[in-house]
């Protein structure tokens, strides 16, 4: 199944990003583009990097063989809807969600008649919006493909062989699993991570100004990714709930456990859980999805 | 009071740092290094960043005009009466321990004769050992120094003046409310980190192999400061242990607060909360204690 025009509903970090790899890497695929946003349509066309930005959903697919719905989660149902009336009937329908389970869902509810193959691409930075997109941001991440029981077989290797010639190695696996694993992957670090900045902001004890200055003792770490897209995460949020607080759960035994090693003075308890951890640093490290630089795999 | 040879007694991240950054901006200045552990003294022979590497902590300190303590804070009292017998009785001592209260005790306690200054230089990476100091470490980064009550001016002048020539830039304040400011900044931080990356590592539903591959999805963000030195961090948390469990108190709270916003999908909440935290990381970028890039500062 050759795709020769790429639609991409959403323009802001990924589906700018998606829009600029197709550019660099399949130069014979046409690319249209369209977003909710009056503004960001704008941009989009200034910074010129779909061959045409449309003014509605349903124009922006017309002709299209896969489209792709780079919007947040709890906005996939809508542009779903918004699309329907203007897709080929053997359009293939893909989305770019940090949560499966819901999203799929929504969008087999909402276009019942097309082979909707949801996928996640792993890979992000903390910025957002059309200008924040680049064309190497898939490059070696990896990207999930999440086929519905009963997809059709040419749909889900259209969708992969896709993300494949945009950079990204591709895994498959079922929705459930997909929101489970990122749920401990990504859910629950920038949870923590919103968690611990906003703390830091609000203590009486230590002023703002002085958690910014002393930030490099390891506090900066986590503010990286709590300057995330707070829409974007506030859906995120929503759409995985029950894997979230699943996983929520098993961070606060830990931290109960380490808090009590703290408060009864146990050493050795501490030194071990520190030991451990580690090696898992070591691990990423080695299988390339970090450097020890450490730029988090993005070099100036 | 002029300072012509420093001892450095721990020869590990840190303490090699300061024998490198000495030999490199202070080039008159003499510098002596021990450390208890043999193997550390053989390789920082080798790596040849101190003028001489003594096998005694007392032989170390003779002569040395100002002696810097760079052990995990558990040890600085026992490094404390090691030296004491080599010091000359002019000698100014300081350390560089990431908590301050206890510490100050401890050597108060340890060297009543001596003038005691500790200092905090809020500077590291998640490297360990004699082969990972750079001489640059301290380049633009705050030490915080914590003059004892009654401490003589003209010692707490010469750590401050050595810092800033090592690069820092340096503030002064007392020691229980360094202890605060860095169990925000940097000990709660560390805490949660090393629990996270425990409990993705434990999870029956999610391989150990699946965290590592998909960890840019913030995963892996945790994990730079969970590989820390083990040691030197459980120093820490026993050392200051009232001013992490304070703050994780509040962190638990803040928690609780968001983890219910998700169960009842109080988007809202959570929309108004990571709009909060995105500010905070804009002000850790515009002072200059870390970059957008990110790489924390430390350039390729």
């Known amino acids: 199944m050759a795709i020769g025009r790429v639609a991409i509903v959403g323009l802001g ?6 829009a600029r790899a197709v550019k660099a890497r399949l130069p014979g695929v046409a690319v249209a583009g369209y977003d909710a946003s009056d503004a ?25 063989d896969l489209v792709v719905l780079a919007v ?34 929504a969008l087999a509810k909402a276009l019942p008649d097309h082979a909707v193959i949801p996928a996640h691409p792993v890979a992000g930075t903390e910025n957002s919006g059309p200008a924040a997109g680049f064309a190497t941001l898939f490059d070696g991440r990896w990207c999930i493909v999440t086929p519905p029981a009963g997809a059709p077989q040419d749909a889900v290797t259209a969708v992969t062989s896709f ?17 489970m694993v990122l ?39 986590f503010t990286r990714i709590a300057a995330s897209d707070p ?29 009590q090693a703290i408060r009864r003075g146990d050493g050795a308890r501490l030194e071990e859980w520190f030991t451990r951890t580690r090696a898992i640093r070591r691990s990423i490290i080695e299988q390339g999805q970090d450097d020890a630089a450490p730029d988090f795999g993005r070099k100036h």
Not at 40 to 63: K, N, P, Q, T
Request: net charge negative; aromatic share 6%; hydrophobic share 50%.
């Open 13 to 18: 970090l990924i589906g700018s990003s998606v």
């Open 40 to 64: 960001v349509r704008v941009e989009a066309r200034a910074l010129g990097f779909c061959d045409a930005v449309a003014d509605g959903a349903a124009a922006a697919v017309a002709d299209a």
């Open 72 to 105: 947040p989660v709890g906005r996939m149902a809508d542009a779903a809807a918004a699309i329907a009336p203007g897709l080929k009937a053997d359009a293939i329908i893909s989305d770019v969600g940090s949560s499966k389970a819901g999203v799929a869902a």
């Open 163 to 179: 993300w494949q010639a945009l950079g990204a190695r591709v895994e498959t696996m079922d929705a459930a699993h997909h929101d």
């Open 183 to 221: 749920a401990v992957t990504s859910h629950l670090p920038h949870l923590i991570a919103y968690t611990i900045v906003g703390t830091a902001s609000e203590l009486e004890e230590v002023t703002e100004s002085e958690v910014i200055k002393y930030s490099a003792g390891g506090f900066r770490d």
């Open 231 to 259: 829409v974007m995460w506030r859906d995120v949020f929503l759409a995985n709930k029950d894997a979230v607080l699943a996983t929520l759960q098993r961070f606060n035994e830990d931290l109960t456990v380490l808090q």
